[in-house]
């Protein structure tokens, strides 16, 4: 007998993952090219080859590629953690930033530097990831209690709840912090800018532990989504994997918010997009959402760059922009539905 062949469809996922890694290098080098400051692709290509020293390599360098590899990194970690989010909770709706997620690793980042006097990005990122944890905590046991249970739609207003509560509580400490103030400014709506390659090899190792973890939890998920008994039945361990995702979940949102601020329904659409394609398959939809959540938010970067020239509209903001529709657009679906 020949070498077993793969089904067609896996090797058609297979094919449309590698278009998307190229569609998100060329975004890539579209990041690096693209700015306020207008140079020559010609004088892109040799800067990158050879780093002469001069204005254009400096911007390049120390501005635009850090820039262009924090996008890829924030990007492939939110997409991770609203994918495992969304699994964990059987909740389609479920987004880092909707459920109080990001909000809390902003809240504990603003509290230490207004309360604790914090001023490095390796502390920050400790807070972030305490912060992190303690609203996803708070959010699930607001979604899970009375006698019916968790559904959708309760985890999705206590995770409201809890993000106005800390937005409220932030911005009492920022007022009366200018630090803090000038920090949050910062955050608040979602910036790439203003980080370098020394803060970028500092969320690395979290960043990477997060998706090693979200990623091989794939076959587990598909397990989970068939219902706790049949999970259990095919031999999954339910706590262990609870614990699994709620520790990539509070990496990979924790990382991204210490150096890029709350980025909101990123973890929401790019999901929702490849589910619709490929179907419920964890282990492709995680390693898609890995690569084309990265690309929605260059493509976001680039836009804000290009359309208010010579200053920038934060990637968060557009972001946004597409989400808010996106996000109303699900729950009405929702509603259609279960009517």
Known sequence: MGPERRPPHQVARALGLLAAVAALGLLCLLSVWLGSKEIAFDDVWHVL???????DAVIIHSVRLPRTALAVLVGAALGLAGTVMQALTRNPLADPGLFGVSAGAAFAIVFSIAVLGVSSLYGYIWFAFAGALAATAVVYFLGTRGNA????????LAGAAVTALLGSFTSAMVLTDPVALNRF??????S????DGGSLARVLPFMLVGMVLAIASGPALNSLALGDDVAISLGRRLGPLRLRGALAITLLTGAAVAVAGPIVFL???????????LGTDHRWLLPYSA??????LLAADILGRIMARPMEI?????????GAPFFIYLVRRRKQLES
Do not use: Y
């Not at 080859?49 to 204005?55: C, I, M, R, T, W």
């Not at 790439?192 to 980080?195: A, G, I, M, N």
């Not at 973890?267 to 394609?277: C, K, Q, S």
């Not at 934060?314 to 597409?322: D, E, H, K, P, S």
């Open 49 to 55: 080859l050879h780093n002469d020293g001069s204005a």
């Open 314 to 322: 934060r990637a968060g903001v557009i972001v946004a922009f597409l």
């Open 149 to 156: 249970g968790s559904s959708p739609v309760k985890l999705t």
């Open 192 to 195: 790439l800018s203003s980080v």
């Open 185 to 190: 400014r910062f955050w608040s709506a979602g």
């Open 267 to 277: 973890g929401l659409i790019v999901p929702h997009a490849v589910r619709f394609v």
């Open 291 to 296: 690569v084309l959540a990265p690309c929605l």
